[in-house]
């Protein structure tokens, strides 16, 4: 059984810093590429970053330059790494590997 946890959000001002983990159980996520969508209140969910199997990246624009995202193979966990947040980043963050979704963290960032 695959299992997803995200862990690591919280309420943080405007400039500050969170990482997010997606620790996972039952599958590598290094056998496929492992997703972070984000999803604010009233909106669609929507893409932020992916890492792929053999490690590339790719960001959404609205993030590109202030997150990064990151494979621990030994503890089997992705990170997200949000660095000078915006109250525009406010939402539940999820992971995604495979066909599988973690419950969803949330981050909200205060002016």
């Known amino acids: 059984q695959v299992q997803l946890v995200e862990s690591g959000g919280g309420l943080v001002q405007a400039g500050d810093s969170l990482r997010l983990s997606c620790k996972a159980s039952g599958r590598s996520v290094s056998s496929e590429g492992v997703t972070w969508y984000r999803q604010a209140p009233g909106k669609e969910r929507v893409f932020v970053a992916v890492i792929g199997h053999l490690g590339t990246t790719l960001y959404g624009d609205s993030v590109k330059g202030r997150f990064t995202i990151s494979r621990d193979n030994a503890t089997n966990t992705v990170y997200l790494q949000m660095n000078n947040l915006k109250p525009e980043d406010t939402a539940i963050y999820y992971c995604?590997?495979?066909?599988?979704w973690g419950q969803g963290t949330q981050v909200t960032v205060s002016s």
């Open positions: 995604n590997h495979h066909m599988y």
